[in-house]
């Protein structure tokens, strides 16, 4: 477990609940062996207990293993704040035999049970919401479909993309054992009293979520939405039983981070970038912007080089032409094309340097020529005396 203490004046508030709950979780955890005592401590943290309101209630949902192919039926039960230790008991006692979830918001039980005796909360009766959250799956076999779309090839791809694509330093990091559930805890619970306070709520993490998915489209991946006030997240410190391996729901990282909604809103698209996002050309007419690496090749004596003598590169020319090729028309197809002709070529290494590739921009002819001092650079015509800062197509 990582406790990243980040430095001061980067993004975030630190409050009296932070220093009580948060700041010392990691240590906490540290010094606690038991697994329904991490899972408390987890609960309490990501909760804040004393914001609570009288009526709030816990969620916890359970699903257990069949052998069939049929659907495993999904149990549903509520907890008062007085009733938090018989949770933790039967927690533990499912724990390893079932796959466990918890609401993202605390839920108004008695109006839950009232639309629907088998409800386990909707957004229409969600009354207390305390972080933001987005769940990252990644390609693992036998925990998600990913037919149709585009997810993060394995862990160390999303988690590089959870730690240096998004700007806003998450709280706490979960790793799920078939993917990432991702926590930015609010300084001040949000309490849903109205029809207007959830429509409130619901609005900003729906925001919030598509701004985190444009971000993984930079890294040619896609994320899914789990922006309704309802949502099931797995319970931290429970084993994923959905596979004969079972795995470890776990945190791996906490920061002393917790958020105002004005710091979230600070970092949201506003409503004008977005009309002006809806008048740009469709997306057919803007995929002919990204060039064409042919085209790249026939004007860049150092991709040439690259391509032409893969075993004669160093590993800074490797990247920095993988930098270049992402970036282009079918970009990770051809960065993949581009490395193939090294002997000792990876396909899951070069995956998990794409992901990095594509957090930043294409390095330039000077950097590659005057930084790396490549030898593909000699000779080209393109550099202008090196005052060219980019590729001349």
């Known amino acids: 477990m990582i406790d990243k203490n980040k430095e001061a004046g980067s993004v975030g508030a630190e409050t009296a609940s932070d220093e009580n709950a948060l700041i010392n979780l990691s240590l906490a955890l540290q010094e606690q062996e038991n697994q329904t005592g991490k899972t408390?401590?987890?609960?309490?943290?990501?909760?804040?207990?004393?914001?609570?309101?009288?009526?709030?209630?816990y969620v916890i949902c359970y699903t257990l293993p069949t052998k069939s192919s049929m659907k495993p039926k999904m149990i549903s039960r509520?907890?008062?704040?007085?009733?938090?230790?018989?949770?933790?008991?039967?927690?533990?006692?499912?724990?390893?035999?079932?796959?466990?979830?918890?609401?993202?918001?605390?839920?108004?039980?008695?109006?839950?049970?009232?639309k629907n005796p088998r409800s386990r909360g909707?957004?229409?009766?969600?009354?207390?919401?305390?972080?933001?959250?987005?769940?990252?799956?990644?390609?693992?076999?036998?925990?998600?479909?990913?037919?149709?779309?585009?997810?993060?090839?394995?862990?160390?791809?999303?988690?590089?993309?959870?730690?240096?694509?998004?700007?806003?330093?998450?709280?706490?990091?979960?790793?799920?054992?078939?993917?990432?559930?991702?926590?930015?805890?609010?300084?001040?619970?949000?309490?849903?009293?109205?029809?207007?306070?959830?429509?409130?709520?619901?609005?900003?993490?729906?925001?919030?979520?598509?701004?985190?998915?444009?971000?993984?489209?930079?890294?040619?991946?896609?994320?899914?939405?789990?922006a309704d006030l309802s949502r099931l997240l797995r319970v931290a410190f429970t084993y994923n039983v959905k596979t004969?391996?079972?795995?470890?729901?776990?945190?791996?990282?906490?920061?002393?981070?917790?958020?105002?909604?004005?710091?979230?809103?600070?970092?949201?698209?506003?409503?004008?970038?977005?009309?002006?996002?809806?008048?740009?050309?469709?997306?057919?007419?803007?995929?002919?912007r990204f060039p064409n690496i042919e085209s790249i090749y026939k004007n860049c004596r150092f991709m040439e080089h690259c391509r032409s003598r893969p075993n004669e590169v160093s590993y800074n020319e490797w990247f920095a032409a993988l930098s270049i090729a992402v970036h282009c028309k079918n970009g990770i197809e051809e960065a993949h094309k581009l490395s193939r002709g090294y002997d000792r070529y990876s396909e899951d290494e070069t995956e998990f340097k794409i992901a990095e590739a594509l957090k930043g921009k294409p390095n330039t002819c000077s950097h590659i020529a005057i930084t790396l001092g490549s030898k593909g650079c000699h000779g080209c015509p393109k550099l202008d005396g090196l005052r060219n800062e980019g590729y001349v197509l």
Do not use: C
């Open 78 to 114: 509520f907890f008062t704040q007085s009733q938090f230790d018989a949770m933790l008991r039967l927690n533990e006692s499912l724990n390893g035999k079932a796959n466990i979830y918890f609401s993202t918001t605390l839920q108004d039980a008695e109006a839950a049970l009232k």
């Open 244 to 288: 004969a391996e079972r795995r470890l729901a776990e945190i791996i990282e906490v920061t002393n981070r917790r958020y105002s909604l004005e710091e979230i809103e600070a970092q949201l698209p506003t409503q004008e970038l977005k009309k002006k996002a809806a008048r740009r050309l469709p997306f057919t007419k803007r995929r002919q």
């Open 40 to 57: 408390a401590l987890f609960f309490k943290t990501v909760f804040l207990p004393e914001s609570i309101p009288k009526e709030a209630s």
């Open 122 to 226: 909707t957004s229409e009766t969600a009354v207390y919401l305390s972080f933001l959250h987005v769940d990252i799956d990644v390609d693992a076999p036998g925990f998600h479909k990913s037919a149709g779309k585009r997810l993060f090839p394995h862990n160390e791809a999303a988690l590089l993309f959870i730690e240096n694509g998004i700007p806003l330093t998450p709280s706490i990091i979960v790793n799920t054992g078939g993917g990432w559930h991702v926590y930015w805890l609010l300084d001040q619970p949000m309490i849903l009293q109205t029809e207007a306070d959830r429509k409130r709520a619901g609005t900003l993490l729906a925001r919030f979520q598509q701004w985190i998915r444009s971000l993984a489209g930079e890294y040619k991946a896609s994320i899914d939405t789990t």
